[in-house]
Nanobody
């Protein structure tokens, strides 16, 4: 397992942008597929995006396609989520997660989770 720490959340107006970061511990970060999930108040945690070991493949939830971009820097043990054109419905706690699979959208495949960072989008 790896330890994950998210940062970069905050309050932003609709149409604005935020960049979330996730710092990972350990020397084997490049062996993990990475993902971002989010949980809105009163809702279940849901998949947002995922990236493969070296970043060659990415998956996105339909709700964020064209607005969000996931990337990773294995030299820095970090994964990022660039969020543009934010909407009030993007308001949620965002979680970074790691999986030993190359890439997956299934939450059950992720073994390590960060503590989450709050993103609030005002209308």
């Amino acid at each position: 397992q790896v330890e994950l720490v998210e940062s970069g959340g905050g309050l932003v107006q609709a149409g604005g942008s935020l960049r979330l970061s996730c710092a990972a511990s350990g020397r084997t970060f490049s062996s993990y597929g990475m993902g971002w999930f989010r949980q809105a108040p009163g809702k279940e945690r849901a998949f947002v995006t995922a990236i493969s070991w070296r970043g060659a493949r990415t998956y996105y939830a339909d709700s964020v396609k064209g607005r969000f971009t996931i990337s990773r820097d294995n030299a820095k043990n970090a994964v990022y989520l660039q969020m543009n054109s934010l909407k009030p419905e993007d308001t949620a706690v965002y979680y970074c997660a790691a999986t030993l699979r190359a890439i997956t959208t299934n939450m059950a495949d992720f073994d390590s989770w960060g503590q989450g960072t709050q993103v609030t989008v005002s209308s």
